[in-house]
């Protein structure tokens, strides 16, 4: 089978050409030229991938056709046959990469045709390494593009961050939060597990003066007690065994930031005492220093458990539940602030949409029904998971439907499937309306402000009041 490949040779002999063509026209496809005229036509209308040429020819040397080549196809590969020795301009062009290969006269068809191979390879690397470095054009420039919307996604962002909401509850937790923010208050966050306490802890520093310092997440229940000192306060070089040189702890690592200790409550008595010492004076003791280490950072803490009712249980100790107790705020659970089921689920739906490349998925009927209904023990987590589940099952361009739902969703509290009826979608579709139309009144027709208030894209948005008729 023929090689896709064209092959230009060029002799003002027509033996030489017959010669030529008999020796190639087996594995590739041969076109003829008489003179340097007639080549340079063909270059202008075919795509070459080699050109092999007489040196000596009345009019114009090989060496200058080759030349004329190299500007009009810069791929084409260029061998020349010669007789003669004229070999500083022959030299003089393969340095100048004018000639890919100088074949001297006479030629044998079979060594002829290994070089022409060789010369193919060659011309197959070059396109392929174009070929490549287009994609990688293509490649930036897409990431260009994407960063480019990343950035005014950013720019437009609630500027709650990732907090989507539509509770009045969550809103007046804000408010109150943006009055301690500027301060250096130490914060407790309470709330059942679940309901993004870390989310709220990120948000207060965030908008603080210290931003732009470090946030440290810890879980005061995941350090084994043995190591609880080294890894809260540090060590000093030769403090015990195995201490072979100094090492920061997490209150050294935050200084100048905020430290975010999640699940105090499950911190053991040795740490509370240790913390204790931290919030009063504002200092660490490594281990092995002589002397405390003076720090200054914010402490912002965060328990899923009662301090109140560990404190009276002898489980957690009074003056740190005190320090702690500056200024404190509870998350409510999923179940008491139903309003912010929707945004939230529309909001993961995206988020793992995005991930998984598939394009959104919208939520039926039946399924925001079934949202609304559940009394989410997992809270906001176990919304998250369960729209991951319904974007990973629902195929791309589909509504996702109630059967795909996990079994603790679709099942009512006696164990049978729950039921649905035609009425269901038009009373969601017309409470939607209304809490659509409600949100841009207040927002004064703005309808960037009312999809984030609403927690939806603003694009969703326009995509609903299309559907309802809003103007």
Not at 51 to 76: F, N, S, W
């Amino acid at each position: 089978m023929k090689s896709k490949h064209i092959v230009l040779i060029v002799d003002d002999e027509p033996a030489n050409l017959q010669k030529l063509r008999r020796a190639l026209m087996s594995e590739y496809q041969v076109v003829e030229a008489k003179n340097a005229a007639e080549a340079l036509s063909i270059l202008e209308d075919l795509k070459l991938s080699a050109i092999i040429t007489d040196q000596r020819m009345p009019g114009m040397k090989g060496v200058e056709l080759l030349e004329h080549a190299l500007r009009i196809q810069p791929m084409c590969m260029r061998l020349i046959l010669s007789g003669y020795t004229e070999t500083e301009d022959l030299i003089e062009a393969m340095n100048t990469g004018r000639v890919y290969k100088y074949i001297t006269k006479p030629w044998e068809p079979e060594r002829l045709l290994a070089d022409l191979n060789s010369a193919i390879r060659h011309y197959e690397l070059l396109q392929e390494n174009e070929r490549l470095q287009s994609e990688l054009l293509k490649a930036k420039e897409r990431l260009e593009r994407e960063n480019l919307q990343l950035r005014k996604e950013m720019e437009k962002e609630s500027p709650y961050g990732s907090i989507v909401f539509r509770s009045r509850a969550i809103g007046k937790i804000l408010e109150l939060l943006d009055r301690v923010i500027p301060t250096d208050s130490t914060v407790l966050i309470q709330g059942e597990t679940g309901t993004g306490k870390e989310l709220f802890a990120r948000y207060i520093h965030r908008n603080s003066p210290r931003r732009d310092r470090p946030f440290l997440a810890v879980n005061c229940g995941a350090v084994p007690r043995e190591l609880i000192e080294s890894e809260f306060f540090g060590h000093r070089r030769g403090a015990f065994t195995g201490a072979g040189s100094e090492k920061r702890g997490y209150f050294d690592a935050a200084d100048g930031g905020t430290i975010f200790l999640d699940e105090i409550g499950e911190a053991p008595p040795e740490l509370q005492v240790k913390l204790l010492r931290v919030l009063q004076e504002g200092e660490i003791m490594p281990v092995g220093a002589l002397s405390p280490q003076k720090i200054e950072v914010r402490v912002v803490a965060c328990t899923n458990r009662d301090l109140k009712t560990e404190v009276e249980a002898g489980r957690f100790r009074q003056d740190l539940f005190f320090r702690l107790h500056v200024f404190t705020i509870e998350i409510p659970p999923l179940r008491e602030r139903k309003e912010d089921i929707l945004p939230l689920a529309e909001h993961f739906m995206e988020t793992a949409c995005r991930r998984l490349q598939k394009p959104m998925q919208t939520l039926s009927a039946e399924v925001c029904l079934t949202l609304q209904g559940y009394s989410w023990p997992g809270n906001i987590r176990e919304l998250k998971n369960e729209m991951e589940r319904l974007a990973v099952l629902t195929p791309a361009g589909s509504q996702a439907e109630v059967y795909l739902l996990s079994d603790s969703l679709r099942m009512a509290p006696n164990g049978e499937p729950k039921s649905t009826s035609g009425r269901l979608k038009a009373e969601l579709e017309r409470l939607e309306e209304a809490i659509i139309r409600e949100t841009l009144k207040d927002y004064g027709q703005n309808r960037s402000q009312a999809a984030r208030a609403l927690g939806i894209s603003r694009q969703n948005l326009l995509n609903k009041m299309r559907q309802f008729q809003i103007e």
